[in-house]
């Protein structure tokens, strides 16, 4: 809660609660200025300057009166009363300049007058007198440079076959230079590579793209060791280490049977195994893997005779 410095208030202090079951309000208390304890800003704490008490509210509430001597002081404000029979009660308050107050609460503004500039303090007449030498054109402040722009802008403007409309003129005939389709400039060079681009898409054997029969790595009929793949959960569909995997193996389109050598662990859910070359003799071959509790796993493979 603010409080604006200096400045008479009464503040609602409490509530007051039986210090045996802590419920209930103690409503007729006698708080008088000595019980009402005060330390404002970290300072020692002292009794109210206000001579009168503390008198009931309702609901073990209080109305606590402090004078202008008890808020003279900004920063933070502790009020305490412990009275016997009841919990002791306290409340922070923070005290704060009238022009503050009076800019959250009231109808004045917050002051954002000029204090200093460059370290140096300023006053109206010293902000006024730097405004002023700023419009005075000497041909080095603001209207000086200004003008110098402008007549510098004038210049460009003026073609003198060098400036602005000069370049431009010289960039358009270039432009239209590499438009004339001499072989050399642009569209000859387009003209190249559209005839490039065709010799290559045309598959002579040489020109064209051709895979060598050692390119591709899983031969027909041949061994393929360590085949790794990813075995996951079937409820979160996360990788699932640890589980029994059964391979089995479609050949050319026919039924599934088994792979001829077993699964193992590699870690975080991958799995390996050696294909034998009864599994691959087939050009296109599907492998299934399988284990409880977890999603299927369908790996297609296109072999190399």
């Known amino acids: 809660m603010w409080l604006k410095v200096s400045t008479a208030v009464t503040i609602k202090f409490g509530p007051f609660l039986d210090s045996t079951d ?26 109210s300057n206000n001579v009168a008490g503390a008198t009931h509210d ?18 933070t404000l502790r009020v305490a009363v412990s009275e016997s029979g009841a919990l002791p009660v306290w409340q922070d308050f923070m005290v704060v300049p009238a022009n503050v107050w009076d800019s959250l609460f009231s109808t004045d503004k917050l002051q954002v007058d000029t204090v200093e500039v460059s370290g140096t303090t300023q006053t109206a007449n010293d902000v006024g ?20 722009i402008d007549t510098n802008v004038d210049s460009i403007l003026v073609d003198t076959g060098t400036t602005l409309d000069g370049k431009i003129n010289t960039i358009d005939t270039n432009v239209d230079s590499i438009l004339v389709d001499t072989g050399t400039t642009l569209d000859g060079k387009i003209n190249t590579i559209d005839t490039n681009v065709d010799s290559i898409l045309a598959d002579t054997g040489t020109d064209g793209v051709k895979v060598a029969s050692t390119q591709l790595f899983i031969k027909k009929n041949t061994e ?20 029994t995997v059964t391979a089995t193996r479609s050949i050319d ?3 599934f049977a088994s792979c001829a050598n077993a699964v193992s662990g590699v870690a975080n859910g991958v799995y390996k195994i050696t294909l034998a070359a009864a599994d691959l003799n087939g050009t296109t071959i599907v492998l299934r893997f399988t284990a409880t ?3 299927d796993r369908l790996i ?3 072999t190399q005779a």
Do not use: C
């Not at 006698?30 to 330390?39: P, V």
């Not at 509430?61 to 402090?66: C, F, G, I, N, R």
């Not at 360590?226 to 699932?240: E, G, I, L, R, S």
């Open 22 to 47: 802590g419920v209930t309000a103690e409503t007729g208390l006698t708080i008088s200025q000595a019980d009402i304890r005060l330390s404002k800003n970290g300072g020692n704490i002292a009794q």
């Open 58 to 75: 309702e609901l073990g509430y209080y109305d606590v009166p402090l004078d202008t001597t008890d808020t003279n002081t900004l920063g």
């Open 129 to 148: 007198a730097d405004v002023n030498a700023i419009l005075v054109d000497t041909g080095t402040t603001l209207d000086g440079k200004i003008n110098t």
């Open 224 to 243: 393929l060791a360590n085949f790794m793949f990813v075995m996951t959960d079937d409820t979160n569909h996360a990788p699932t280490s640890g589980l």
């Open 253 to 255: 389109g026919g039924a």
């Open 293 to 295: 509790d977890s999603d």
């Open 300 to 302: 297609g493979l296109i």
